[in-house]
């Protein structure tokens, strides 16, 4: 792989540890790693308000909401992603390494070799038991916040790429972190990594 520069996407069901797993691959690679906080880096960029704004990322729009003027769009979430999307091209030109969690990573670094796609996923019990945990919410909580959270995700990731956001064919490293825990999973994204 070229140690110039790296780039890993790692597209996650709620409750996986795909946002620790994305925290862990960064940390030891001493890259930066773009997820939740994607949005107050944009904003800054750009000069928009976070709070007003960060209700809206990596959420579904409603099309009752929905009002296009040409190309444009009325809806909170495409000025989002659209901001998002040029913020991370930017860092692509640029030659930076960076791990993205979420966020139609996979799509953006797609064609950027060297460039890693993963999907983390995990058996229900799994994540409903560190939702509960993280979240300090009761089981059934738990449950409607995951298929919540990953409808969402779903639809997000739908809108803005080609393919089934939970399709295997999308991404190069599809993993059950459930099986190995949420850092030995991180290795061997890592060694996945080293050996591309």
């Given amino acids: 792989m070229n140690k110039n520069r790296i780039l890993i996407s790692i597209s996650r069901e709620f409750g996986s540890g795909g946002h620790e797993i994305g925290k862990i691959i960064g940390n030891k690679l ?6 939740a906080d994607l949005l107050r880096k944009v904003c800054e960029e750009y000069g928009y308000d976070y709070d007003e ?11 009752f909401l929905t009002r296009a003027f040409g190309e444009f769009s009325s809806v909170p979430q495409d000025h989002i992603a659209e901001m998002e999307f040029r913020y991370i091209g930017k860092k692509i030109e640029e ?6 969690v979420g966020r139609c990573g996979s799509k953006m670094i797609k064609e950027h070799a060297p460039a890693v796609r993963a999907f983390v ?3 229900e019990d799994f994540k409903i038991k560190r939702i509960m945990k993280r979240h300090n919410v009761e089981n059934d909580e738990a449950f409607q916040m995951m298929k919540k959270k990953d409808r969402g995700r779903r639809m997000y990731t739908e809108r803005f790429s080609e393919g089934r956001w939970d399709d295997p064919k999308n991404y190069d490293v599809y993993i059950n972190s459930g099986k190995l825990g949420i850092h030995a999973t991180a290795e061997l994204l890592l060694e996945y990594v080293e050996l591309g």
């Fill in 95 to 100: 030659g930076k390494s960076f791990v993205i």
């Fill in 53 to 63: 704004w960060k209700n809206f990322e990596e959420t579904p729009r409603s099309l």
């Fill in 30 to 35: 001493g890259i930066p790693v773009y997820d």
């Fill in 121 to 123: 996923w995990a058996d």
